[in-house]
């Protein structure tokens, strides 16, 4: 028996990405046909100090043994080094935040989706490939809005039209817009996850600025998509999964998670998933209670991920594929079909930094 | 009617008695959840001076929350990198002992609330509340960009700061030290209550011209009342940061002051054991609502509706009479 | 026939209980004193009457039951108040104040401004910056504009310079004789009251201890109930 | 930076000042004309929206949705104030806040309930999008300028009942004294519904207008509360006027520090930095002009002295 | 002639163009009573307010026993020796009767600043409110709580209040108001005896108690002092029979 702690965000304004996480977490172990994994689920209601408790909970109450689920990296710096720290192990189905990849990284910790910069690293990468030579860039004005900037710039080769940091949870942008427009700018990238993305890209197609947008998954993916509605039919984006990936396990994933919830799955889902089943592959190798077998196991990774090859770096976190794709609209159905890599093979750049 | 000195003593047999049953029982948890509401409680009967003694609505004092935090924050974080605080002009380490921390903490939210009150006094009533509000903006948005100590991530302190002959990674020996700090904060409301000062402030908070014509300042008595306040409730902060072995910018937002606030109206304001009351209701509600549904906001709003519209002074109120009595 | 009748009414503030069971009766066309010592429940039988306050016992206006008509509908009926420590609508001004619940009749702007010129000087003053006897005469004034058939005055002349109460005295008097109107009056003094009044009812510790005319109220009455 | 661009930006602060005044406009309404304080707007804000875009969705027609936004948000209005507010009114502020409070907490995981949790669709219809050319070669988007037209018209409606029409007359006087009002005949209850829903409607009105540009999804209702509640407090709550000029103050302040702060720190920071402590500065500006707005006026630029 | 104790000179104030006080001078002398009177808005309370500073005068200046007090706040008058009562009543009605008046005992002992032992075990604050209360009549009501006062009991409790403070001179805006027959004469009553602690300037409407009690009257009219003598010359006036009193008197 082995139990389970997944601490996530399932109330309030960001519920949508912590209930994909779940689902697609449950579908695999639903799967897997193993009645030996207990999960406890709890919400943390997008509150640090909520998740910190939860944390405590589970370690001191529920005495579980292996946590996940943490959606946002403020939330994940909260609680991931204190439970690494009571020698739990941690798998990150969402977050990566730099300082759990280099210096802070830690052996019981394990990012399955990827580190934070990565992404925009590949937005970066991508930008290149598309021959745009003066991008305009802009992102809140937090620490992952900040990584989100670095992590183009350290890709992006052409020069910038300019760099905005904007108010978190900010809804109109047409200042910002304006600065587009004067800038002289070829493209633009932007990070704005959840509800300043859709308002973004809504003012930005009303504006009549039509340069193209590169930006990362986060404001494109399934769940967001249909709020955008066309606004975003074409805009580049970057993303380590696309539902129309090539391989069995995540065309499987794809029809069954369909089935199961009625929806398409998202991003968010596809890491729910991938997180469980790495979970179970090593499971099925070692017991928990040995904690140097069971480690090993996980670092092998010896699963079938939806996104084809997986393997972690001696950070443990994912070096893999990261693509590029396209916002299309199939029927009445706003999705995004696969234009190619656009980083392959990536690490991540604090790699070096861990010592482990 | 349960005499209000009666009540208060259940209250606080509750403090003591369900902590050292779920020691008993090898429920850790439901010490942390009590050291949590302690914290909290300790928060509301800071803010129940301005409030229930004063009458000042502060819609912001998860600032002095937020500071109380931050300086425990930032001390531990230098102490566990290393690093000075301040070179020049002079050096200042960080440290992991709780009560430096908890002076500094006292010491910060002492001059903040100096700062904002000099500046919201000036002003009443409702303006009173969004000027208080503002102010708790401001540190917010400052805390989210100010990269240097984590920005909207926070900072986490890896071990929980020590107190002398104590092990404060125990819980129930953390929830001693808070419950501890409680009492005494208690026992400090209640005196001040009864004081000169406090008979002084309860009349500028119901006659305030009648104070001016007895010759005496209302403003400084409302200021004073006010900075008591925020640095009873900065203290608090320091607690909930080692508590939680953390500290993020949502210490300082504005729902964190609507909680604090709500603490106190769920248990009645003004009342001595409103806050911990209320503190006690609400993170217990939190905790047992939290595993009915992904939807039990809309019960736990649906029964703080339940207190307001039909318990008219909080639950203190309900229980012990409407009028606040001399305890 | 009788307009307003009271019997048995009591009420209390919370626990306390302030009326004992107040009866009168007071006919169309009448005006009747409404008297007692300081605190004895005058001004709350008043506020029973206008619904301000709950109230048990029964409250008759011109053959309406009042006990179970919000205030508003009872003041529908025609009761006109002038209430103690005057209420008026601090940041209206006065002529807004005159207006807000005006109903149509006899009584509008110009008749009101002409019994208290004052109120056109002041007509577009907050009633706050008024002085206090200018605020009385406004919410006589107020009142009067809802053209009720019964107006309670509720010590409606405190704060008055002594000629403008002799100019209430005599407006009431014509008030009367004019249109017919009923009036309840509560006022200290006894004097002025004997001037103007048809009958009077006197309240002792929320009850009513004398009811009769005017002219059987003799010295030695007022000597026991009022102390003068 | 060009004059084009300056002028755009003045013309962007304005019209996001105007849209404030949308949002604010019903909260200037109950707040500052009935005294109560109403965290709930924000939801009321929220019910609008979706309704907007449940409609939208359904009809594809965007003013069956706005009516559709407004009935809405009006009925929800009415509700709550029947069943919950009226009790509140006599209560001190402290109580409003926690009842209000609670709406908000049932009215979000309502609405989740009911929707989901993802965010809902809801666009300009296409005789509304695009920009259009202003005189001097700005290019602006023609729905902004339809709504400053919206929060325009909405501010003289609003003006207008409330100081000139015997309604407006009557809610002040109830503000002042309910009791009162009500013994000198007037039906103040429900007079008191019909100006939270009308309060409610307009809040709703707003939601979907700028949802149509912003995102409608849970939880959107509680950032445009507290600048809403900005917005009054720095022109003076109950004066109409005064929550225009706010609103205008306010959008100006956040777009031109938005814009400007960075810029002006990059005079002598390196670009990155200048961006982050400018922007920074930038969103607390508004805070900041609040906070020396009522200290220099303390009840705001147009708050009755007291 | 006894030396004034508090007299203005020249004040005057407007309202936009409304004259509220015009050249107003005059004096409180020791041991008497002082009356205003005069039509509703002649500028009575401005006045008064004026005197205990929560008004500014245009120009004009104010003085308390030879000091210019025109500069100070009110609560500075307070404390140099202007008792006053509130036309409205302005007690904390949460608190009780003893309460109220040891807050008046706390301000004149000017040292609200103790936090520690309770104001009501502090026998010197608790005896001088005593004191007030025995002086006023209300000793057997003292742990009452305010709210549950009558009017006049309330009327009573804000001149204990001033009391307490041992003022040099009292100001008084209608005392009598709200209060009945009965209460008005006791307060009469009352003032004649408590000017020999302390003269007062009394506004009030109420002639009988004016008449009973004034040593001097001044009338003002539109803001401006008409008239200034004893009862007897007053009543004897023609101009302020029509201006005020009517055939009454
Ligand atoms: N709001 C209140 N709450 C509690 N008790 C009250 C309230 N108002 C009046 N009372 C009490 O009810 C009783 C009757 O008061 P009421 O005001 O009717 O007297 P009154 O005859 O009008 O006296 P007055 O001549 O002083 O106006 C008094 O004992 C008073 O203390
Ligand atoms: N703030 C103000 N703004 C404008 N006018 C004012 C203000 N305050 C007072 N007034 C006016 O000044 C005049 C004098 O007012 P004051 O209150 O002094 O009169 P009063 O003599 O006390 O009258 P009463 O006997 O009726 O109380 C009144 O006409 C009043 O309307
Ligand atoms: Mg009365
Ligand atoms: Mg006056």
């Known amino acids: 028996e082995t139990k389970v702690g997944m601490i996530t965000t399932l109330s309030g304004g960001g519920a949508g990405l912590g209930i994909d996480v779940r689902d697609g977490f449950m579908l695999a172990i639903k799967q897997s046909g193993r009645n030996d994994i207990e999960v406890v689920i709890e919400d943390d209601q997008r509150k640090p100090d909520v998740a910190v408790q939860l944390a405590d909970k589970m370690v001191q109450s529920e005495k579980v043994d292996v946590m996940t689920g943490i959606i946002w990296s403020n939330l994940a710096m909260a609680v991931i080094p204190s439970v690494t720290a009571q020698g739990k192990f941690y798998l990150s189905p969402n977050a990566g935040p730099s300082a759990l990849a280099g210096k802070g990284c830690h052996q019981n910790y394990f990012n399955v989706a990827w580190q934070n910069d990565n992404l925009h690293e590949a937005a970066g990468a991508y930008a290149n490939s598309a021959g745009y030579g003066k991008t305009f860039i802009l992102a809140p004005n937090y620490p992952a809005g900040q990584d989100a900037l670095t992590g183009y710039k350290r890709f992006f080769k052409g020069e910038l039209a300019g760099e905005i940091y904007t108010q978190l949870g900010q809804t109109d942008y047409a200042a910002e817009i304006a600065q587009i427009r004067a800038s002289g700018a070829d493209s633009v990238f932007f990070f704005l996850p959840g509800g300043m993305g859709i308002a973004f890209l809504k003012q930005y197609a009303d504006s009549g600025v039509d340069l193209p947008v590169v930006g990362p998954a986060f404001s494109f993916d399934q769940g967001i998509l249909q709020a955008v509605g066309d606004a975003a039919l074409g805009v580049v984006n970057t993303s380590q999964w696309n539902k129309d990936l090539d391989n069995a396990t995540n065309a499987a994933f794809v029809e069954s998670f369909q089935a199961e919830f009625g929806r398409l799955p998202s991003l968010y889902a596809s890491q729910g998933f991938d997180t469980a089943n790495l979970l179970i592959s090593a499971l099925e190798k070692a017991d928990v209670s040995d904690a140097d077998a069971f480690r090993a196991a996980l670092k092998a990774a010896e699963f079938a991920s939806t996104r084809g090859d997986f393997k972690f770096g001696n950070n443990h976190h994912p070096i893999q594929t990261i693509y590029a794709r396209e916002v299309v609209k199939e029927g009445d159905v706003y999705t995004n079909k696969l234009i190619g890599p656009a980083l392959e093979n990536h690490a991540d750049a604090y790699a070096a930094d861990c010592k482990m | 009617m349960m005499q209000e000195r009666y009540l208060n003593a259940t209250i606080f047999a509750i403090l003591v008695v369900l902590p050292v049953w779920a020691v008993w029982t090898d429920e850790p948890f439901t010490i942390t959840l009590m050291t949590r509401a302690a914290i909290f409680a300790l928060a509301a009967v800071g803010l129940n001076i301005a409030l229930g003694l004063g009458g000042l609505v502060s819609f912001g004092h998860a600032v002095f929350f937020g500071l109380g935090g931050y300086a425990m924050g930032i001390l531990a974080y230098h102490a566990q990198t290393y690093t000075p605080l301040l070179e020049a002009p002079l050096l200042i380490e960080g440290t992991k002992s709780m009560p430096v921390i908890w002076l500094v903490a006292i010491l910060v939210s002492t001059l903040a609330a100096l700062l904002i009150g000099v500046l919201s006094l000036r002003t009443g009533g409702v303006y009173f509340i969004m000027i208080t509000l503002a102010f708790g903006q401001m540190f917010y948005y400052f805390a989210i960009s100010w990269s240097a100590y984590g920005g909207e991530d926070g900072l986490s302190i890896y071990v929980r700061n020590g107190f002398p002959g104590l092990n404060t990674l125990d819980p129930i020996q953390f929830y001693g030290i808070c419950l501890a700090i409680l009492s005494l904060a208690l026992f400090v409301a209640h005196r001040l209550a009864k004081s000169p000062f406090g008979l002084a402030l309860g009349a500028v908070r119901q006659v305030p011209q009648r104070v001016e014509t007895v010759g005496l300042n209302g403003i400084r008595l409302k200021l004073v009342a006010f900075v008591i306040s925020g640095a009873i409730t900065g203290l608090s902060g320091a607690l909930f940061a080692d508590l939680n072995r953390f500290v993020s910018p949502t210490m300082f937002s504005w729902q964190l002051s609507g909680e604090i606030m709500v603490f106190i109206i769920i248990g009645g304001v003004g009342r001595l054991f409103g806050p911990v009351a209320g503190a006690l209701i609400f993170v217990g509600l939190e905790h047992w609502l939290g595993g009915l549904s992904d939807y039990w906001h809309v019960y736990l709003g649906l029964l703080l509706l339940l207190i307001v519209l039909f318990g008219r002074g909080g639950i203190i109120g309900m229980i012990a009479g409407r009028e606040r009595s001399d305890v | 026939m009788s307009l307003l009748t009271l019997s048995k009414v009591s009420a209390s503030y919370g626990v306390s209980q302030a009326l004992f069971g107040v009866s009168l009766k007071l006919s169309e066309g009448e005006v009747m004193a409404l008297m007692g010592r300081n605190g004895m429940g005058k001004s709350t039988t008043v506020k029973c009457i206008c619904r301000m306050l709950p109230a048990q016992g029964q409250i008759v206006f011109d053959g309406h039951d009042l006990a179970r008509l919000p205030s508003h509908r009872a003041a529908r009926l025609g009761i006109g108040l002038v209430p103690e420590g005057r209420r008026c609508f601090a940041s209206l001004t006065v002529e807004e104040n005159l207006v807000a619940a005006a109903r149509k009749g006899h009584w509008d702007m110009s008749r009101v401004t002409a019994l208290f010129p004052r109120l056109a000087e002041r007509k577009d003053q907050r009633a706050a910056s008024l002085s206090g006897g200018e605020q009385q005469m406004l919410a006589i004034g107020r009142a009067l504009m809802t053209n009720p058939r019964l107006l309670i005055l509720d010590e409606a002349t405190e704060g008055l310079a002594p000629i403008i109460r002799q100019e209430i005295w005599s407006a009431v008097g014509s008030l009367k004789a004019q249109t017919g109107l009923s009036i309840l009056v509560i006022d200290k003094s006894v004097k002025e009251l004997r001037g103007v009044c048809d009958s009077a009812v006197i309240l002792e510790r929320g009850r009513s201890v004398w009811r009769g005319a005017m002219m059987d109220l003799s010295d030695d009455i007022t000597q026991a109930h009022l102390g003068v | ?306 | 002639m006894s030396e004034a104790v508090l007299s203005t000179y020249g004040l005057s104030k407007s309202f936009g163009a409304l004259k509220a006080s015009e050249d107003i001078s005059l004096d409180l002398r020791a041991g008497e009573i002082h009356a205003i009177i005069g039509p509703n808005g002649a500028g009575k309370s401005t006045l008064i307010a004026q005197i205990c500073g929560t008004l500014e005068p245009d120009v004009g200046r104010v003085e308390l026993m030879g000091r210019d007090v025109t500069g100070l706040s009110a609560r500075a008058r307070a404390k140099a020796g202007l008792g006053r009562t509130f036309q409205i009543s302005a007690l904390a009605m949460e608190d009780t009767v003893l309460q109220n008046a040891v807050l008046g005992a706390l301000g004149a002992s000017g040292r609200p600043w103790r936090f520690w032992t309770p104001a009501l075990k502090d026998k010197s604050l608790v005896a001088r409110a005593d004191a007030a209360l025995e002086r006023v009549g209300l000793e057997d009501f003292r742990n009452m709580r305010t709210a549950e006062l009558s009017h006049g009991q309330r009327r009573q409790l804000e001149v204990a209040v001033a009391l307490t403070l041992s003022p040099k001179a009292f100001l008084m805006d209608e005392p009598m108001a709200g209060l009945g027959m009965e209460g008005s004469q006791r307060l009469t009553g009352f003032l004649s005896e408590l000017k020999q602690e302390a003269p007062i300037l009394l506004v009030e409407h109420d002639m009988d108690a004016v008449f009973a009690l004034a040593d001097r009257i001044s009338v003002l009219v539109y803001g401006r002092v008409i008239a200034t003598g004893t009862v007897d010359d007053i009543r004897a006036n023609r101009e302020v029979r029509e201006a005020y009193l009517g055939e009454e008197s």
Not at chain 4, 7 to 32: C, H, K, P, Y
Not at chain 4, 48 to 56: D, E, L, P, R
């Open chain 4, 1 to 306: 930076m060009s004059f084009i661009l300056i002028a755009e930006q003045v013309l962007n602060g304005l019209q996001f000042g105007i849209m404030l005044f949308l949002m604010a406009a019903g909260l200037t309404l109950i707040f500052g004309v009935m005294g109560l304080i109403n965290l709930a707007h924000g939801s009321l804000y929220m019910v609008g929206a979706f309704a907007a875009a449940a409609v939208a969705g359904a009809t594809g027609s965007f003013v069956l949705a706005l009516a559709a936004a407004m009935a809405a948000a009006a009925a929800a209005g009415a509700l709550i104030e029947l069943l919950v507010i009226r009790r509140l009114y006599d209560k001190d502020h402290l109580d409003q806040v926690l009842a209000t409070f609670a709406l908000i907490l049932i009215f979000s995981e309502g609405t989740r309930w009911m929707f989901g949790s993802f965010p809902l669709f809801l666009q300009i219809p296409p005789y509304l999008s695009g920009p259009v050319s202003l005189p001097g070669g700005i290019e602006y988007p023609l729905y902004r300028l339809v709504l400053i037209g919206a929060g325009l018209f909405v501010a003289a409606g609003l003006g207008l009942m409330i100081t000139r029409t015997r309604i407006g007359i009557q809610i002040r006087a109830g503000e002042n004294d309910r009791e009162m009002i009500a013994a000198l005949g007037v039906d103040i209850s429900r007079l008191y519904t019909l100006i939270f829903a009308l309060g409610a409607a307009l809040a709703g009105l707003a939601g979907a207008l700028v949802g149509a540009i912003q995102s409608v999804q849970v939880g959107m209702g509680e950032p445009v509360l507290i600048l809403a509640f900005v917005v009054i407090v720095i022109g003076g709550i109950g004066s109409i006027k005064g929550a225009l000029v706010g609103a205008l103050l306010v959008g100006l302040t956040d777009t031109l520090g938005g814009v400007f702060l960075p810029q002006f720190f990059g005079l002598f920071m390196t670009p990155a930095a200048a961006s982050s402590v400018g922007s920074s500065l930038a969103s607390m500006a508004i805070y900041i002009l609040m906070g020396a707005v009522l200290i220099w006026r303390p009840t705001g630029l147009y708050g009755v002295r007291a």
